[in-house]
């Protein structure tokens, strides 16, 4: 073999150690790390806020939000899903379509899969319609409470004497 030769196979060899080095490692989640920015925690939390009130105003329960984004801070989605129950109380707004929850794959071996699946339709519709009785008497009892209090407000406003500059 001449001298050229066997440099260029060492150059190939090279090459291709450098390439299977480099693959391998673009699959590694340790090194990706080190790009991503760290979130601190005030951002974590108003992550968590967001997520909550958007699983409110969809009309997920507080569980399924949980559930559904475990990586988030539950006292920040709690946060802003009580938010987000109070704000929507408050103006009369309605649950927006919550999201198809995830099917999983149906089981080849059984054959009840469709008995089970409309056993837990039938049961979600049920508590769907529960859960929008429940919001309703709420919402009827804190307009009653709320009415009260802002009488007993304009009374307490209209006996104060005027400052005088």
Same mark, same amino acid.
């Given at each position: ?66 559930t559904r984004n475990p990586e988030a801070l ?13 704000y929507m109380a408050a103006k009369n707004i309605q ?11 149906? #089981? ?11 056993? *837990? =339709? !039938? $049961?979600?519709? @049920? +508590?769907?319609? /529960? #859960? ?11 307009? *009653? =409470? !709320? $009415?009260?209090? @802002? +009488?007993?407000? /304009? ?11």
């Amino acid at each position: 073999m001449s001298a050229s030769s066997f440099q260029a196979h060492r150059l190939a060899a090279r090459l291709v150690l450098a390439g299977a080095v480099t693959l391998s490692l673009s699959a590694c989640d340790y090194i990706g790390s080190f790009s991503k920015p760290k979130q601190t925690p005030e951002e974590a939390k108003a992550e968590g806020v967001a997520l909550g009130a958007g699983c409110r105003q969809a009309g997920q329960s507080l569980e399924d939000c949980y559930t559904r984004n475990p990586e988030a801070l539950k006292a920040g989605i709690f946060s802003g899903w009580k938010d987000m129950h109070e704000y929507m109380a408050a103006k009369n707004i309605q649950n927006s379509a919550p999201p198809a929850p995830p099917t999983p794959a149906p #089981d080849a071996k059984d054959g009840k899969d469709s008995k089970d699946g409309a056993a *837990r =339709d !039938s $049961s979600r519709a @049920r +508590d769907r319609e /529960r #859960d929008s009785s429940r919001s309703r008497e709420r919402e009827s009892s804190s307009s *009653r =409470d !709320s $009415s009260s209090s @802002r +009488d007993s407000t /304009r009374a307490s406003r209209d006996d104060k004497p005027t400052p005088k500059y």
